[in-house]
């Protein structure tokens, strides 16, 4: 399998036949999806406490992450000659929004 067929089985997992977030995904990976997040979303709060990242709250900082990672890959998937992937950007994207201000590139 290569790189664009785990892509490809993560978003099919993760969106269902329809793109809807959470269609036809059983309990279990529920489960594993919301304990993903809430993982994420510790990770901003942490930042929050330490001045790191604007006040929002972490858990739709999480979502937000997600999903934008999600649609990167998904117009990577249905367009790759036209739109690769790009970590840089997303990370740019996300990140210098969220960035409390003097840090990462937020000045």
Known sequence: MD??????LHLAVKWGTN????????????????????????VFQRGMGKK???????????IALDSITCAFLFQTLEKPDEHRF???LVMDLFFNSVYEKGRGGNE
């Open 3 to 8: 790189n664009s067929d785990y892509v490809r």
């Open 19 to 42: 793109f809807n977030l959470r269609i036809n995904l059983d309990a279990e990976l529920r489960s594993l999806y919301e304990e993903v997040i809430q993982n994420l979303a510790k």
């Open 52 to 62: 790191v990242f604007r006040k929002f709250d972490p858990y739709l900082l999480a």
């Open 86 to 88: 790009d970590a840089t």
